[in-house]
DNA sequence: TAGTTATTGCGAAATAATCGCATTTATATG
DNA sequence: CATATAAATGCGATTATTTCGCAATAACTA
């Protein structure tokens, strides 16, 4: 399965290096001016996550959020880190927070998500 | 709005508070011998989070699971603890281990979620 | 330029959670 | 003990998110 490139995998991707932010596809299907069907969007998604190019998020409110962050490259965070989810701008970025823990004995930790909510740095005050 | 003691929410509370793990409403639906409604089942557990008798968590796959966790009686660790998803047996439960972090500067935490996941202690062996 | 197959679009489907409304029932009060 | 009030429930419909199957399109290789 070779992976090929195509217009909507550079314009969703753009947008995500671009915004920075972490997004839905009902966002990511909004922001982009072109006509990308939903469930493409999902597949395109899903390709990069499986690619490394992408994390995915699942917030408190069970959705599924991607993001490009320059944090991952850090290999000291690289997918361990913090997400925060503003309660009042709705955004959900990453924060340069690593997440750190020590796990009972026999347990094996394979993927965290860890997000944090409450009021952003804008929304604050 | 004053609480009404029901059959209904002594029965989940006491198959919560049981089996010490969390679970969701599917799960609740199935292991509770009585029928109760799908409906009820989420009104009575929403309730419950509201009077902080019970916990939520949404895990990686979107869902809600809901736990009464003895950790949370400790004022260290309350509400604030890691979650444990086993990928193997499904099963989430709480951990004793408290989430620890700093945000940056104009943040307000006002809830964390996060769960781990990989293979618990009985699975992996 | 042609062939292979990854990618896309579309509609349907699966799943989770909530809502409105009529009915039931727990609780307080006379 | 009977009764009134409103909390709680059951049911069906609804909303929302994500995935799936299949046919059509298009990217890449030779």
């Given at each position: 399965?070779?992976r090929?490139?195509t217009?909507?995998?550079?314009a969703?991707?753009?947008l995500?290096v671009k915004?920075g932010e ?6 990511i299907?909004q922001?982009i001016?072109?006509?990308?069907n939903?469930a493409?969007?999902y597949r395109?998604l899903n ?10 998020i699942v917030a ?5 959020y991607f ?6 490259d850090?290999?000291?965070?690289s997918?361990h880190?913090?997400?925060f989810?503003c309660?009042?701008?709705?955004t959900i970025e ?15 930790v394979a993927?965290?998500?860890?997000v ?5 740095k804008?929304?604050?005050?």
């Amino acid at each position: 399965m070779e992976r090929r490139n195509t217009p909507t995998k550079e314009a969703v991707l753009e947008l995500l290096v671009k915004s920075g932010e972490a997004m839905s596809r009902d966002t990511i299907e909004q922001k982009i001016t072109q006509n990308i069907n939903r469930a493409t969007i999902y597949r395109v998604l899903n390709r990069f996550c499986e690619d490394g190019v992408v994390h995915k998020i699942v917030a408190e409110d069970g959705k599924q959020y991607f993001a490009v962050c320059a944090n991952c490259d850090d290999k000291v965070l690289s997918g361990h880190h913090f997400h925060f989810r503003c309660i009042e701008c709705e955004t959900i970025e990453c924060l340069p927070v690593s997440v750190n823990f020590s796990v009972p004995n026999g347990y094996q930790v394979a993927s965290v998500n860890c997000v944090l909510s409450g009021t952003c740095k804008d929304c604050s005050r």
